[in-house]
């Protein structure tokens, strides 16, 4: 059947870091999915159909699958259907590029312009920014707005 995000019951959230994944599950025909909400960039759902056995591990151990858990796959996921977003101001693309070196540190600058569409010397800045607030505050970080300096 269509899948109509809405009709889905969530039944778990994920806690920070991954707070954007939900198990939910389709009331008509009780299929399990893994829902991604990437709405800080394009905006858009990311499902995965699960297994009774990974729904679970959800519901009892709190073990959840991996597809998801890192915020480039979510962009990536994005990119290759077409999606490519734009800040009016690329300073707005911090919290990301946060959690993009918070989950991978070896993150170059060409990959961070890339993946949130911006210019090289935008994503130096934002790269060298993002580095600074998590040598600060650790990743992950309890999270808070961060006045990001003009560039
Ligand atoms: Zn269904």
């Given at each position: 059947?269509?899948?109509?995000?809405n009709?889905?019951?969530r039944?778990?959230?994920?806690?920070a870091?991954?707070?954007?994944l939900?198990?939910?599950v389709?009331?008509?025909?009780?299929?399990?999915?893994?829902v991604?909400q990437e709405?800080r960039?394009?905006?858009?759902?990311i499902m995965r159909?699960?297994?009774?056995?990974?729904?679970?591990?959800?519901?009892?151990?709190?073990?959840?699958?991996l597809d998801?858990?890192?915020?480039?796959?979510l962009?990536r996921?994005?990119?290759?259907q077409g999606?490519?977003?734009?800040?009016?101001?690329s300073r707005?693309a911090i919290h990301?590029?946060?959690d993009?070196?918070?989950?991978?540190?070896?993150?170059s600058?060409?990959?961070?312009a890339?993946l949130?569409n911006?210019?090289?010397?935008s994503?130096?800045?934002?790269?060298s920014q993002?580095r600074?607030a998590?040598?600060?505050?650790?990743y992950?970080?309890?999270?808070?707005?961060?006045?990001?300096?003009?560039?």
């Amino acid at each position: 059947m269509e899948s109509d995000i809405n009709r889905f019951l969530r039944l778990r959230k994920r806690d920070a870091p991954q707070w954007w994944l939900d198990l939910r599950v389709c009331p008509g025909c009780e299929q399990h999915w893994l829902v991604a909400q990437e709405e800080r960039f394009n905006d858009i759902w990311i499902m995965r159909r699960l297994s009774q056995e990974d729904a679970s591990a959800i519901e009892t151990q709190n073990r959840w699958p991996l597809d998801f858990d890192h915020y480039e796959t979510l962009i990536r996921i994005g990119a290759e259907q077409g999606h490519a977003a734009r800040f009016w101001d690329s300073r707005e693309a911090i919290h990301i590029v946060i959690d993009l070196v918070g989950q991978r540190a070896s993150i170059s600058a060409a990959e961070v312009a890339s993946l949130v569409n911006v210019s090289h010397s935008s994503a130096d800045a934002l790269l060298s920014q993002a580095r600074e607030a998590i040598a600060l505050r650790g990743y992950p970080y309890p999270w808070a707005a961060i006045e990001v300096r003009p560039y």
